[in-house]
């Protein structure tokens, strides 16, 4: 489909200043169902010594409103060799709990060469997992932003 083709889930080698380059950042599908795991690798270079104080993922939906910010700050981010100008960060985002439609994917950079957000790098489509007794979900605009995985039953 035209929606599927449009799909950006890789992006290499985007020069994000003078000194500051994404050489990757990809996910391993374009497409997930709600409350699935997506996988995730960026990696950054320079052109001199960098030292990061964050990084960050963003995603935004449709109606550029962020729904979900993910938080790569660890002790391996600030204590990485003086000498190293490449840092590559792989993850996974577990059981996202967003509700079906087209995410776009964002990375937040602080650093002593670059502080500035950047948006809409990559994208994905979230669709609707199969529901309890083939139930048909409640439209978007009554489950609200996320939804919340859940067992029940009745006694």
Known sequence: TAKAEAMRTELAVMALNDHVTVDLFQIDKES?????DLAFTLQISSDQPISYSSIALN?????EQK???I???CNALYQRPDNSNIIELKGTLKNLPLLPGTYKLGVHIQSNLLYKDFHNLL??????KPLVDDIMPYPQHIRG????DY?????
């Open 59 to 63: 995603i935004y939906d449709d109606y």
């Open 145 to 148: 932003r996320a939804e919340i």
């Open 151 to 155: 067992d029940f039953y009745i006694l």
């Open 71 to 73: 938080d790569l700050r």
């Open 123 to 128: 994208q994905f489509e979230v669709v609707q």
């Open 67 to 69: 729904n979900g910010f």
């Open 32 to 36: 997930v169902l709600m409350h699935e």
